[in-house]
């Protein structure tokens, strides 16, 4: 758990985001239309500035590295003032938390999007895997603050880091189990398999922002899922 002084900021910063992506429907019939439509606009404003802001600090995190990275600098790039950004953030760590959720989130909620489409259990695994690709492809500089700039961050992430890694090894795991339970595959470590799974993804990923290899993220897609295939027992005809 991150320590109650990181802790209690964060929890703000939620709170702001629940005001600030709520949808009215509490407002009194009698205010007007005009008064409505005010707050409609205020808030639509407001939304705009806080994904500015999100933009900008992408941005920064990714030419500066976290540690290098001022309030300053994000205040710069998003043409926005400081105390404009410590209204939605109480400082750079909030920020980067909330960067580190986005690109976690974005990931799980596609990955599992896919795999629910998908009837065929070994299928299944497939379009996860495809699917993660793609999105780590699309969001390039995001990839780079999850994977490699998160790494540097400091303590107060560790323990963060490491829960939204166990998630996505469980969410393995699950579909491991589910290929084990259907006799898809033959019964194995389902535990272990799960993080070498994640951990060769995790290593291919970091490669590629890193190295620049392959040219296409998507490349690595045919060979890393043989990889894959193979450590399950399972071998093209």
């Known amino acids: 758990m991150l320590d109650s002084k990181f802790n209690d900021p964060f929890n703000k910063v939620l709170l702001i985001l629940n005001a600030l992506f709520v949808t009215i429907n509490t407002t009194d019939e009698s205010v007007g239309f005009r008064e409505r439509r005010k707050i409609l606009d205020k808030q639509a404003k407001s939304q705009l500035r806080f994904s500015r802001i999100l933009d900008a600090a992408t941005t920064v995190f990714s030419q500066k590295g976290y540690k290098d990275a001022a309030v300053d600098d994000i205040a710069l790039e998003s ?4 105390g404009g950004i410590y209204f939605y953030f109480p400082n750079k760590q909030a920020i980067f938390l909330v960067l580190l959720e986005k690109m976690a989130g974005l990931l799980r909620s596609r990955a599992e999007s896919a795999m629910a489409e998908e009837p065929n259990v070994l299928k299944k695994g497939d379009v996860a895997l495809q699917t993660m690709l793609q999105t780590f492809a699309g969001h390039r500089t995001l990839t780079r603050l999850f994977l490699v700039e998160a790494l540097g961050a400091g303590r107060e992430f560790n323990d963060r880091m490491m829960e939204i890694h166990a998630s996505f090894s469980k969410l393995i795991k699950d579909y491991l189990d589910e290929a084990v339970l259907s006799g898809t595959i033959a019964p194995l470590n389902t535990e272990i398999a799960s993080a ?12 590629w922002v890193l190295t620049g290899q392959p040219a296409q993220l998507e490349e690595a897609y045919p060979a890393l899922r043989e990889l894959l295939r193979r450590s399950i027992g399972l071998v093209e005809k």
């Open 196 to 207: 070498a799974w994640f951990g060769a993804v995790n290593e291919v990923v970091t490669r």
């Open 79 to 82: 043409q926005t003032s400081k």
